[in-house]
């Protein structure tokens, strides 16, 4: 299974950034999908949820109203709309199935907010 995470960058407080997942070597559909942030020397994170046919969607507290996932299963893709973006979003984002089922996380997409 690979996970490519891309459309992190550099963005001003209160813009926005649309992130998206690929999944290849399984079919993501079957699958709850999540996506998660690290930053350096802290625990990864659970930032956002959706349920296999995307009628589910859960967030953790700090991004409610904020961010917005959602998931193409025709083409194997999740995606994390971003909006009102704060400098404490600055992370490496990553997609993985939610619970995670051992799938190597990939290299992420680094998301950084400027103040």
Not at 69 to 93: C, F, G
Request: charged content about 15%.
């Amino acid at each position: 299974v690979q996970l490519q995470a891309s459309g992190g960058g550099l963005v001003q407080a209160g813009g926005s950034l649309r992130l998206s997942c690929a999944a290849s070597g399984v079919t993501f559909s079957t699958y709850t999908a999540g996506w998660f942030r690290q930053a350096p020397g802290k625990e990864r994170e659970f930032v956002a949820g959706i349920g296999w046919s995307g009628g589910f969607t859960y967030y953790t507290d700090s991004v409610k109203g904020r961010f917005a996932i959602s998931r193409d299963n025709a083409k194997n893709t999740v995606h994390l709309q971003m909006n009102s973006l704060k400098p404490e979003d600055t992370d490496v984002y990553y997609c993985n199935a939610y619970p995670p089922v051992g799938w190597y996380w990939g290299q992420g997409t680094l998301v950084t907010v400027s103040s």
